[in-house]
């Protein structure tokens, strides 16, 4: 009997399946209008369906794909829909799934420089892309002291800022010996919560992390984390970081970074940007007003996975010193040394975050980037921000909902006249309708609908059609 040579697949068939796999995403995209948004499944719905136990013997690519289509399926949100306002988007788009698609046939992990020399200095190359196309000060680029990187997501580049600020302050000891002390962080009290969470995780403590009081708009007030921050002092405590917002994830709220640099300037404090959602608003020279006073920042980070149509996980970090960021996380394991790394002609972006391996990120970035050009990606944003300040309007005028928060970008915050109860009501009966999904937040302890535009492929039709189901619930639920 002739044994066996292999388990693997060959690469023609690999060929056929991948053909199939892409019909298939492309057969899904042109029809994602027609699933409900919002999965209808309950827990445990997928679960049941799968076998306890992994195959003994290997199946075809076939029965996978069936499975996908039949059993997965109903329990996917369609984030890829246009119909989809809720959260804030993850948007994609095929330039960028076609890197990804590349990014996981090389395989490459990209820690040093050494291990894929291309990873390194794609990505080197596109963040310094990426300044100059929003506008971002120099000293974000890598000819500079500084430089930018793709994390995972917003949270890891704030605790890696947190990281670089806490051995900033500590000159180096807190890595050595342990130990925070009395390091008091900043934030915003309509701050994301992956600021409290990396307090946490940095050893700072949610106790010693000051959540600051907010103007009428939503935004820090400045003269407030001044006082907090003297008093601090006062108390012979070391504040030492200020996390500030541009574009809160509740209302999409903006903080002056101008006034908050005159308060970290005055103290000496790190200040860190984060403008996961919005940043990518300044690709259009009209909403740079977003980013006034970032010249200060000592680092700012967003999501192109959230609004720059490059499907997650890309997060766009920048610090202006990177030696504080690597000098906290730079560790040189002697199976990791070679000649280019003790050169120092290189960037190893494994210095740069939590985690050694990398994958190649860029390429997805890249290619969203090549294929819109700044010019398409300004009409997109354009458009999404128009869309959104017609929704706004359609909102005053109406004699069902207020407006809650007069946003000047893409997030629209409102609430039924009557309350609460009805709010609730409303948006639960739209989204059971699975033709357009929206999520909520609680503003001044009110319930509020939030209206988040920026899903690839949302044209006027959709926003209509939402604005159309929203009063439709309104007027059913008032008889
Ligand atoms: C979405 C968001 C985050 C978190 O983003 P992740 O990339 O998922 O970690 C942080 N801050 C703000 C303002 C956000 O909107």
């Not at 068939?13 to 209808?40: C, H, M």
């Not at 050169?343 to 994958?359: M, S």
């Not at 690839?456 to 929203?470: D, F, I, P, S």
Request: charged content about 25%.
């Amino acid at each position: 009997m002739k044994e066996k040579q292999s388990y693997h697949m060959d690469l023609e068939t690999f060929r056929k399946n991948g053909y199939a796999t892409i019909d298939w995403v492309v057969d899904y995209l042109k029809n994602v209008e027609s699933y409900p948004v919002l999965s209808q499944v309950k827990p445990g719905d997928i679960r049941k369906q799968l076998p306890d136990a992994a195959p003994e013997k290997g199946e075809s690519f076939d029965a996978m794909l069936k499975d996908v289509t039949e059993v997965v399926m109903p329990g996917i949100t369609h984030w890829q829909s246009p119909n989809f306002f809720a959260y804030f988007p993850g948007n994609s788009s095929p330039p960028a799934i076609l890197g990804e698609i590349l990014s996981a046939g090389l395989s490459v992990q990209g820690m040093l420089w050494a291990t894929s020399p291309a990873c390194t200095e794609v990505e080197t190359h596109v963040m310094d892309w990426l300044v100059k196309m929003l506008d971002l000060p120099e000293k974000f680029m890598s000819h500079t002291k500084g430089g930018g990187v793709i994390q995972h997501s917003a949270s890891d580049a704030t605790l890696c800022a947190l990281l670089a600020a806490r051995e900033r302050v500590s000159s180096g000891e807190v890595n050595k010996k342990g130990g925070t002390g009395n390091l008091i962080a900043y934030t915003s009290a309509q701050a994301h919560s992956s600021i409290e969470k990396g307090c946490m995780i940095a050893g700072i403590g949610t106790d010693n992390l000051r959540l600051i009081d907010v103007d009428d708009e939503f935004s820090m007030r400045p003269e407030a984390l001044d006082a907090q921050i003297q008093k601090d002092k006062d108390a012979g405590l070391i504040p030492f970081f200020v996390c500030t917002c541009v574009g809160t994830t509740s209302s999409l709220a903006l903080d002056s970074v101008a006034e908050m640099a005159k308060v970290t300037k005055k103290h000496d404090l790190w200040l860190h940007v984060d403008a996961a959602m919005a940043g990518t608003a300044a690709v259009c020279p009209e909403l740079r007003f977003i980013n006034e006073g970032v010249q200060e920042a000592d680092s700012y980070t967003f999501n192109p996975h959230k609004w720059m149509f490059t499907n997650f996980d890309c997060n766009a970090f920048f610090v202006a010193d990177r030696a504080a960021l690597i000098n906290a996380l730079s560790i040189l394991p002697e199976y990791l040394k070679n000649e280019a790394t003790n050169d120092g002609a290189v960037f190893d972006y494994r210095d740069w975050h939590i985690p050694l391996g990398r994958r190649f990120r860029a390429l997805k970035l890249w290619f969203a980037i090549r294929h819109y050009g700044v010019e398409g990606l300004q009409f997109h944003i354009r458009k999404h921000v128009e869309l959104s300040q017609q929704f706004k309007q359609w909102v005053i005028d109406s004699d069902n909902f207020d407006l809650v928060v007069d946003n000047p970008l893409n997030l629209i915050c409102f609430r039924h006249k009557d309350g609460d109860d009805k709010t609730e009501a409303i948006m639960a009966s739209v989204n059971q309708t699975g033709e357009a999904y929206l999520t909520h937040t609680k503003l001044n302890d009110k319930y509020t609908i939030r209206m988040s535009i920026g899903q690839t492929n949302t044209e006027l039709k959709h926003v209509e059609h939402a604005w159309r189901l929203l009063n439709e619930a309104s007027d059913k639920l008032s008889k």
